[in-house]
């Protein structure tokens, strides 16, 4: 019992003085991630993707695209169910490997195999190593890539020391059977060659065990039996519990029958003293030795399997004691202050993994700049006042990757390049501040961790945060719910896409999608047990998240509106997305615009998919051509000629019809053609850039007339111009 308990206490010490990292605070605030940024739960329980992605990269941050994309593939469904099959058949072979080991030391006993190991255990234990042997590499390779992994982390450590524990009782198993045991077998087989019963002596009685073609031979009081053709003593065993080769006087006082039954076996001699030549005594001394440590082994390797269960606990990520302090706190206070805000927490999924308020409100990276200083009257926890997609990036790196290089987080980029009615207008800085930017998004700044006025409040889709992220995820899922299900609903984008220059949700609602909406909407799928959202099955129609993020057939979902556009419709002149100077998508149109097919392939048939294109297309060419391109060529002559000053922008009537013309009726015209709004496409954009046409071309006319009488003191006839 000693030599068992030692090994099993020097382990558990070893364990008290490692450092348990796996899933501690240490690993949340190294890269700013919750819970369920590697757990399927708050708990520390099973890995996701990024999970196993985050342990593939040796516990880095950030990780590479290249090592999340090869596990995924990794942990597909082909991929989960051969490990799920092999893992399984790896804890059999463990429960045979263990109830042979047991069998052997608790019922057989190794003393009692004095010439080796029987050939069905041998073959039993091979076959259960050898398997142990192969699914544990690969169930390994899945887990660990590379050495350093076995100690950066609890889980690894011990999964290091079982491998060395294996090892070991591979390696013992292996000399015992091809060397230990062949060495007493040949012993004995060698050393067996009676011809009267006086050889039969105390030394040598284990040589006639009934193995290797040797008779087998009980003793009782000194009396020699034959038992080798006996149906009950079969290869040398009776009943599993006793072993020919052996004195077995005393067992038979134990045993449910008495010495009588002797009387129908054969009675050979009678037991001499004396040396014999029986088996190598020292091969079977370290045969009994080694099963011994092999015993040992196993209890070891199974309290590793405790310990990872049941050991020491493996506190949540990111819940330091002040963390978890504060997070209880800030529940507890914001309940009674903010009701509203307590109850949307509490509606939220967010509240069912345990994100709590500490978890996006933390100062990320020590960066105290960021930290308000007037929330430490209230406790000494640093929180940051401005929440930004970084932030969320903890548990959603995806989507804050695709959001950080899409349209809508560079839009206030974007329009200070080719809105000039941000930069020359008639306006000023409160103007802008409670338009264009509430949606465009402000410069947040920070005056001691607190925002200043006018930069502050802000959930534009571009906001400058000041720790250099770009957006507010709280513009389409609304704090402090963060409903899915909102975000996938037009209202969601109607605050922002609406309005004379981009009258987006004005547009949809009068398309056939949005009237199938409003009839029908209320009974969809918003939410969905998979996380899927599929056509067909959970909506009938389109909303704006449908066309221009969600999966379908062939097409991921993405954060990034910029993909799937064929054109630039915001733009001046409409251009591909990678020729817009202002903003270069970075993408290709034609694959873009398959992937909107792909879309509209949901519900709609090919040919009538490619006919609306071919008519968004000539839509498209019909503005450049005969609207915008005569227009713009006629304001830069008049720039040219004089008749227009250029020092600021919109102090002349042309420069507000030009302005117009393609900011508000044309961008109308070529959204409602895109968007099948057949109202929006003609009447509030066709006709209203034509009406644009005429008043533009007949005040150029005019200031013409005007330059040349100041000129020559004459008023041209119509053949003048």
Request: hydrophobic content about 35%; proline content about 4%; aromatic content about 12%.
């Amino acid at each position: 019992m000693k030599k068992v308990l030692f090994p099993v206490f020097i382990i558990i010490i070893c364990f008290a003085f490692i450092s348990d990292t796996f899933a501690k605070y240490e690993y949340a605030k190294s890269t700013g991630k919750g819970c369920t940024f590697c757990h399927l739960d708050n708990n520390g329980g099973p890995l996701n993707d990024t999970g196993y992605a985050y342990i593939n990269n040796s516990y880095n941050y950030p990780i590479p695209q290249k090592i999340l994309e090869q596990t995924k593939e990794q942990q597909s469904s082909f991929h989960k169910f051969f490990k799920l099959i092999l893992g399984y058949i790896h804890i059999v072979a463990g429960f045979i490997l263990i109830g042979a080991i047991f069998y052997i030391h608790i019922i057989v006993r190794p003393a009692s195999l004095k010439g080796g190991l029987p050939k069905s255990e041998r073959i039993l234990g091979l076959t259960t190593l050898s398997i142990l042997t192969l699914t544990g590499i690969y169930l390994t390779q899945a887990r660990i890539n590379s050495f350093s992994q076995f100690f950066d982390n609890t889980f690894g450590f011990i999964l290091f020391i079982k491998i060395i524990l294996f090892l070991i009782m591979l390696c013992q198993a292996l000399i015992v059977v091809f060397i230990i045991h062949k060495k007493m077998k040949n012993t004995s087989k060698n050393s067996i060659k009676i011809t009267d019963t006086s050889e039969i002596t105390k030394d040598n009685l284990s040589s006639f065990n009934g193995s290797a073609g040797n008779p087998a031979l009980i003793v009782y009081e000194d009396q020699v039996y034959d038992v080798t053709d006996n149906s009950k003593w079969k290869d040398g065993r009776h009943f599993g519990k006793h072993s020919a080769g052996a004195d077995l006087t005393e067992e038979i006082k134990g045993a449910p029958h008495g010495a009588e039954v002797l009387s129908r076996i054969k009675k050979i001699g009678t037991i001499k003293e004396g040396t014999g030549t029986g088996t190598d005594n020292h091969a079977r001394k370290i045969f009994i030795k080694m099963a011994y440590i092999n015993l040992v082994i196993i209890f070891l390797i199974i309290l590793c399997v405790a310990l990872w269960h049941w050991g020491p606990e493996m506190s949540p990520g990111n819940n330091s004691p002040g963390a978890i302090k504060t997070g209880t706190t800030c529940v507890d206070c914001h309940k009674d202050l903010n009701p509203g805000i307590y109850a949307d927490w509490k509606n939220s999924v967010h509240s069912k993994v345990n994100v709590d308020c500490y978890k996006c409100h933390r100062v990320i990276d020590g960066n105290e700049t960021l930290a308000s200083k007037s929330h430490l009257k209230y406790s000494d926890i640093l929180i940051a006042a401005v929440v930004s997609p970084r932030t969320c990036s903890g548990c959603h790196p995806e989507e804050y990757k695709e959001y950080s290089v899409s349209k809508h987080a560079n839009t206030l980029e974007i329009i200070n390049k080719i809105d000039k009615w941000l930069q020359y207008g008639m306006n000023n800085s409160i103007e802008k501040t409670t338009g264009c930017y509430s949606c465009h998004g402000t410069d947040v700044k920070l005056v001691d961790g607190e925002p200043v006025p006018g930069t502050w409040p802000n959930v534009g889709v571009g906001r400058r945060n000041p720790d250099k992220s770009l957006g507010s995820c709280t513009s389409c899922h609304t704090r402090h719910k963060f409903s899915l299900a909102e975000a996938r609903k037009p209202e969601a984008c109607d605050q922002c896409h609406l309005g004379p220059d981009h009258p987006q949700i004005e547009i949809y609602n009068e398309s056939k999608h949005g009237t199938i909406y409003h009839a029908e909407g209320h009974e969809w799928k918003w939410q969905t047990d998979d996380n899927e959202w599929n056509a067909g099955r959970d909506f009938r129609a389109p909303t704006c998240s449908v066309c221009h993020m969600s999966a379908a057939k062939g097409v991921k979902k993405t954060h990034n509106v910029t993909e799937r556009l064929s054109w630039e419709l915001q733009a001046p002149f409409t251009i591909r997305p990678s020729e817009f100077t202002a903003f270069p998508a970075g993408t290709d149109w034609k694959e873009e615009r398959s992937k909107m097919k792909a879309i509209c392939l949901q519900c709609h048939s090919e040919t009538w998919t490619e006919e609306h294109f071919t008519n968004m297309d000539n839509a498209v060419e019909n503005y450049n051509t005969v609207y915008y391109t005569p227009v713009k060529k006629e304001l830069d002559s008049l720039y040219r000629s004089g008749l227009l000053t250029g020092n600021l922008y919109f102090d002349e009537p042309l420069e507000w019809e030009f302005y117009e013309l393609w900011h508000h009726e044309g961008r109308r015209a070529r959204m409602g053609s895109a968007m099948m709004a057949p109202d929006y496409a003609w009447w509030h954009g066709f006709y209203e850039v034509k009406h644009r046409y005429i008043e533009f071309f007949k005040e150029a006319k005019a200031l013409k007339a005007k330059g040349v009488r100041e000129k020559y003191g004459v008023f041209p006839g119509k053949s003048d111009f």
